[in-house]
T-cell receptor, first 114, second 111 residues
């Protein structure tokens, strides 16, 4: 029943580790996004993919590598984790990727880097 | 992207009507105004979208004056469960999605 799902919900790890967050949507949408929300609640877009192709890359460090095996999935792999990567990461999807479309968000993955 | 400005926080009491105003002086012809709601520990959720005048749905109303340089989200008779962060976005209906959420307004509803 869940429209946009993310795993894991919580992720606690040490600096320098590599971790992945998975996202799946069952809405049949063509476009998926990753957002980062820091401790001040500022929500910033990181990437968007349309039909498995990268559309937006908002100057995110290359330690972050999104991968879209199909249009229903967009995973986020993070290498060499740093303290500043601690945040909540939200996945979202929208029908075709137009800015004015409603975006449907997942529940978020809370990442804490120690 | 048109930058938006909204109050950082607002307090209200149960049963009151709450109006949250958003300024977007540089809004363009192809831009729409969209509001999202984010409860603690959840992702943002779409509330309402409009282009001009007034839009109403089962959750809220959105008032947009003729010059479209501001908009007001109106929540009728709020309850404790309306405590959330409310984000005002200006979004284009021609460009690829690059939505900027800004700081949002933290609404606290008290009993």
């Amino acid at each position: 029943d869940t429209a946009v799902s993310q795993t894991p919900k919580y992720l606690v790890t040490q600096m320098g580790n590599d971790k992945s967050i998975k996202c799946e949507q069952n809405l049949g949408h063509d476009t998926m996004y990753w957002y980062k929300q820091d401790s001040k609640k500022f929500l910033k877009i990181m990437f968007s993919y349309n039909n498995k192709e990268l559309i937006i890359n908002e100057t995110v460090p290359n330690r972050f590598s999104p991968k879209s095996p199909d249009k229903a999935h967009l995973n986020l792999h993070i290498n060499s984790l740093e303290l500043g990567d601690s945040a909540v990461y939200f996945c979202a999807s929208s029908p075709t990727g137009l800015e004015a479309e409603t975006q449907y968000f997942g529940p978020g993955t809370r990442l804490l880097v120690l | 992207l048109a930058k938006t400005t909204q109050p950082i926080s607002m307090d209200s009491y149960e049963g009151q009507e709450v109006n949250i105003t958003c300024s977007h002086n540089n809004i363009a012809t192809n831009d729409y105004i969209t509001w999202y709601q984010q409860f603690p520990s959840q992702g943002p959720r779409f509330i309402i979208q409009g282009y001009k005048t007034k839009v109403t749905n089962e959750v809220a109303s959105l008032f947009i004056p003729a010059d479209r340089k501001s908009s007001t989200l109106s929540l009728p008779r709020v309850s404790l469960s309306d405590t959330a962060v409310y984000y005002c976005l200006v979004v284009s209906n021609t460009n690829a999605g690059k939505s900027t959420f800004g700081d949002g307004t933290t609404l606290t509803v008290k009993p």
